[in-house]
């Protein structure tokens, strides 16, 4: 790697909505495999990945991608997998042209494109849902869609926000399969989640609580 990190890493980072704290001295490094991100419901788990992706930018310390640099356009087009927990899956584009899109921004060739979009629908059981549009699918099928199209370039970082919340057991166990089996090679892999099915997965894990400004008084009486 000649020196160049292939890891995330966070040093005293922090961020906060207004007056709100969310991180404060954040410190962690997440190397290349899966990484199970744990917290309650508002504790700061999506705004970590978002800080990660670049979407955000924190207020103080520093954070560093794979490869050193800083997040960026660039590295947003190019090697960042980004499933929201709202999907933002285009309405008007089916399923197998939401993938297509997003492998052409990306610079694939249209041979890797054709042949990613149908490994990745037929790894996550879409392939017969490729020509429909995403409102006549299921919650479940949808998920697993947004999963897809983030993986379709195959980045070096994949960020999950809870990408299993309110799904019945068949439909957690494919995309368990996917993640446990089918990472990109050297990928980071990010998963915030309070889904305990999810933690049969092998993983590296951050409980995500003990980073809760609002909540370090509780060290003293603990």
């Known amino acids: 790697m ?3 990190s292939a890891e995330i890493i966070c040093r005293d980072l922090g961020f906060g909505y207004g007056k709100t704290r969310v991180l404060e001295h954040f410190d962690a490094r997440f190397a290349p495999g899966l990484t199970l991100v744990k917290g309650f419901s508002g504790c700061g788990k999506s705004t970590l990945l978002k800080l990660i992706a670049g979407y955000l930018a924190p ?3 520093t954070l560093a991608i794979p490869g050193g640099g800083r997040p960026d356009s660039a590295f947003q087009r190019h090697s960042l997998g980004f499933v929201f927990q ?3 899956l285009l309405p008007l584009a089916s399923l197998r042209r939401n993938l297509e899109l997003v492998g052409t921004l990306a ?3 249209r041979t890797d494109v054709h042949a990613r979009t149908d490994k990745y629908l037929a790894l996550l059981g879409l392939d017969a849902f490729a020509d429909r549009l995403p409102s006549t699918l299921s919650g479940g099928q949808q998920q ?3 999963i897809a199209r983030a993986l ?4 070096t970082v994949l960020l999950l926000d809870e990408p299993t919340s309110g799904l019945d057991d068949l439909n957690c166990r494919v995309i368990m399969k996917l993640l446990g089996s089918h990472l990109p090679p050297a990928c980071v892999c990010l998963v915030a989640t ?3 099915r999810l933690s049969d997965l092998p993983h590296e894990g951050l409980d995500f609580n003990r980073f809760l400004p609002v909540e370090r ?3 003293a009486l603990a």
Not at 152 to 155: G, Y
Request: hydrophobic share 30%; net charge neutral.
């Open 194 to 196: 309070h889904d305990q």
């Open 2 to 4: 000649n020196g160049v």
């Open 144 to 146: 697993r869609a947004a």
């Open 86 to 88: 709202q999907l933002n």
């Open 107 to 109: 610079g694939l060739s």
């Open 217 to 219: 008084h509780l060290v």
């Open 59 to 61: 207020t103080s310390g």
């Open 152 to 155: 379709i370039k195959e980045p």
